[in-house]
């Protein structure tokens, strides 16, 4: 059973930095894809980033795309969200995700199976 542990989030002003992290435990973070998801009570859920088991191959928000780095380092087990020049737009809670069985990003949401319980981040302005 996969298990994905966020961290990191916090409160920042505007233009700030945070980085969040996703441990992954109980499996290799080898083989899987993961995601990146934020999201308000009342809103959609919005994946902002995923990362393959091919760190080359990533995939970007365009409301994000160019302030956020996705990244992976296997040997910790952990997939970094950097995010940079914040605003107060990115306030959410942030989950990262791994689609079952797939080492590739996937856009659907329900194509999504393991889930942390997330982290805040509150960005003010």
């Known amino acids: 059973q996969v298990q994905l542990v966020e961290s990191g989030g916090g409160s920042v002003q505007a233009g700030g930095s945070l980085r969040i992290s996703c441990l992954v435990t109980e499996v290799p973070l080898d083989y899987y894809a993961i995601g990146w998801f934020r999201h308000l009570p009342g809103k959609e859920y919005e994946r902002v980033a995923c990362?393959?088991?091919?760190?080359?191959?990533?995939s970007y928000s365009e409301s994000v795309q160019g302030r956020f780095i996705i990244s992976r380092d296997n040997h910790k087990k952990t997939v970094y969200l950097q995010m940079n020049r914040l605003k107060p737009e990115d306030t959410a809670n942030y989950y990262c995700?791994?689609?079952?069985?797939?080492?590739?990003?996937?856009?659907?949401?329900?194509?999504?199976?393991?889930w942390g319980h997330g982290t805040p981040v509150v960005v003010s302005s």
């Open positions: 990362i393959g088991s091919d760190p080359s191959r990533m």
């Open positions: 995700a791994a689609p079952l069985g797939q080492d590739m990003c996937v856009p659907d949401l329900d194509e999504y199976d393991y």
